[in-house]
């Protein structure tokens, strides 16, 4: 099974992940993230901290790193047997370089999902920290060119493409609860899925 996270920026994705790795649920799972800590994620990085970066060249930049992690990491993994359970996935991409792209393509979202279809392994289980982009905003500290709010409410309607488009894939949680209760209904979801 590959199970993957998402969510804006300060939806304390990366908190229920550890909670995840805390538990014995899953057996011997593969833990990870995108970006990735390969020296593709570093390049995707020093985009991310350039903020006159070419969002289409930021785009293919993430492409690759997520071209590497499936190589790598996750479809080794898969073929081994074990669970896959990652920090941000190609949702991640749909949704964010979705909304940096937007006054580039009629449909920018849709551009980005086309670019992955022939090769990417789609998630089974998508686990979406549903939060509003002026608290994302607030709880991450706008450290990065994505985290405005302005910027993470283009994404987040984005993500509602994705959510309305595979309701069967994706289960939604209210993160604006306290962090305690997140984790709990992430731990509960993932309980009832294994
Ligand atoms: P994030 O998981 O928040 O990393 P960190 O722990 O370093 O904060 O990801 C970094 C930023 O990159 C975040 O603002 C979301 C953005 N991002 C994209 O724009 N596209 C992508 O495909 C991915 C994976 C992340």
Redesign the pocket.
């Known amino acids: 099974m590959l199970l993957t996270l998402e969510g804006l ?1 300060g939806s304390g ?2 908190s229920c992940v550890e909670t995840l790795r805390e538990t014995d649920l899953l057996g011997d799972a593969t833990f990870t ?3 990735t800590t390969s020296w593709y994620g570093e390049a995707v ?1 020093r985009s ?1 901290a350039d903020a006159e970066a070419d969002p289409l060249a930021e785009l293919f930049l ?1 492409t690759a790193d ?1 071209a590497a992690h499936l190589a790598r990491t996750v479809r080794p993994a898969l073929d081994r047997g074990e669970t896959v359970v990652s ?2 996935y190609s949702d ?2 749909y949704a ?2 979705g909304a940096t792209l937007t006054n580039r393509f009629e449909d920018a979202v849709g551009f980005v999902q086309e670019i992955h279809r022939p090769w990417t392994r789609s998630p089974d289980v998508t686990i979406y920290l549903d939060i509003d982009p002026e608290t994302g905003a607030r709880r991450s500290g706008a450290t ?1 060119k ?2 405005t709010a302005t910027h993470l409410k283009q994404v987040q309607e984005n993500y509602e493409r994705l959510l309305a488009a595979e309701p069967d894939r994706f289960v939604r949680i209210d993160a604006s609860r306290s962090i305690e209760t997140v984790r709990a209904d992430v731990l509960s979801t993932v309980e009832e899925l294994v």
Do not use: C, G, I, L
Request: overall charge positive; aromatic content about 16%.
């Open positions: 920026d994705k990366t993230r995108e970006p990085r991310v993430y997520h920090d941000r991640s991409r964010y370089q990065n994505f985290e």
